[in-house]
């Protein structure tokens, strides 16, 4: 069992700047959506902004009806699998591509790149206080939320008290990083560093100048680099180790969202609405200019003023058929539908929708659905 496990009340979001925003032709009735089965509802649509034709495919979900859950690809922290076959391999209803991932060819390919938590596992450490989807799945309901939030591991010993640099990722110089057993069967680290192994809270193994070494299932590693190493070096064997978990505020002035039990976490970027305005806080996320006002393929969540969920898949990058939306047309659309919050996920190629066994948009790469790290699926809510 991995040890982080969520122990916190209250999860905190902040403001950002508004937008205007560029209404599309033509709007969406409750004659565009057609039932799926009891709790889901899809629409495809075809509208027009400035003549240029926009592909969009709904999702309109009541969670009193079916439930959320997050998954990573082949049920690890790396590694890279297509939304459609995460959803088959899980029996999933539905299913969207969910946050932003390591793309490259490296044996760290599909690292999450920001907050990803799932099953009340922490996987990945947030970066550049990016929006995240909060998640809980309870007998009767599911609660979601769209807030940002930064957490803090925490481990501290006799003589060791530190804040990890980071989770399940590539260790770099001068970083302490936390391994658990869904990251990998080993650390994947060069020599350069020293790993504590760590079981059922007490220090078994402290391995200097050795490589990728053995995760323990029952357990977790700590592999320090640089300053973070004679630090690591105090440690003894037999030493108890004690994990806390904390979030961080992310400003001052911070309304508080109270959470009996959070289960799972997936980031994006930025946030495009927050309490029925648009605010796209793309500069406090450290995205850029261009990603907002480009248009690209979108994948996006959103919660409605009805209680219902909505998620949404924009095709683009096909001239004459879709050509995409950039962020402030993204909103507007949320926004005529009703949103009272909603965040951008990861887009681009990456961006698939999968309903009844099949993918119902249509991924912009020529090869066709990407590999994603991640995806929200749905599923029946089971009968009490």
């Known amino acids: 069992m991995n040890i982080i ?67 990573h690809a082949m049920d690890a922290a790396i590694g890279t699998e297509t939304t459609s076959s995460m959803a088959t391999r899980h029996g999933a209803l539905a299913a969207i591509n969910a ?14 790149v920001s907050l990803l938590m799932i099953n009340g596992n922490l996987l990945s450490e947030n970066s550049n206080n990016r929006t995240s989807l909060f998640i809980i799945n309870e007998e009767a309901l599911t609660s979601t939320n769209i807030e940002k939030a930064n957490p803090i591991v925490r481990l501290t010993s006799k003589k060791f008290n530190e804040i990890v640099s980071g989770i399940n990722r590539e260790r770099k110089s001068d970083e302490l990083i936390l391994y658990t057993p869904e990251f990998n069967s080993t650390t994947l680290t060069d020599r350069n560093g020293i790993e504590a192994v760590i079981v059922k809270g007490k220090v078994i193994q402290i391995l200097e100048n050795k490589s990728s070494n053995r995760i323990p299932a029952d357990g977790f590693i700590l592999s320090a680099t640089g300053k973070f190493s004679d ?47 648009i605010e796209i806080t793309w500069e406090q996320e450290k995205s850029s200019k261009a990603f907002v006002e480009t248009r690209h393929p979108r994948t996006a969540v959103a919660k409605l003023k009805d209680g219902k969920f909505l998620m949404v898949t924009v095709d683009g990058r096909q001239p004459n058929v879709s050509v995409g939306m950039n962020l402030n047309e993204l909103a507007a659309l949320l926004l005529e539908l009703g949103a009272t919050d909603a965040m951008n996920l990861d887009g681009g190629g990456s961006t698939t929708m999968f309903l009844n066994g099949k993918i119902v948009n249509n991924p912009s790469d020529k090869e066709g659905e990407r590999k994603v790290s991640d995806a929200i699926l749905v599923f029946p809510r089971k009968k009490r």
Not at 40 to 69: F, G, M, Q, Y
Not at 102 to 112: H, P, T, V, Y
């Open 5 to 71: 496990k969520l122990a916190m009340k209250k999860i905190l979001a902040f403001i950002g700047i508004n937008y205007c925003f560029v209404f599309l032709a033509g709007s969406i009735s409750a004659q565009d959506f057609r039932a799926i089965q009891d709790g889901i509802e899809h629409a495809a649509l075809t509208r027009k902004i400035k003549d240029e034709p926009v592909v969009i495919n709904l999702l309109r979900l009541d969670l009193s009806k079916v439930r959320l859950d997050v998954v």
């Open 99 to 112: 946050g932003f991932f390591r793309l490259d060819k490296s044996i760290f390919q599909g690292d999450n």
């Open 231 to 277: 630090k690591l070096k105090s440690l003894k064997i037999g030493s108890k180790i004690k994990t806390q978990l904390s979030f961080a505020r992310p400003i001052e002035d911070s309304k508080s969202f109270d959470i009996p039990k959070l289960e799972d976490i997936v980031s994006g970027v930025p946030q495009l609405i927050k309490n029925g305005k």
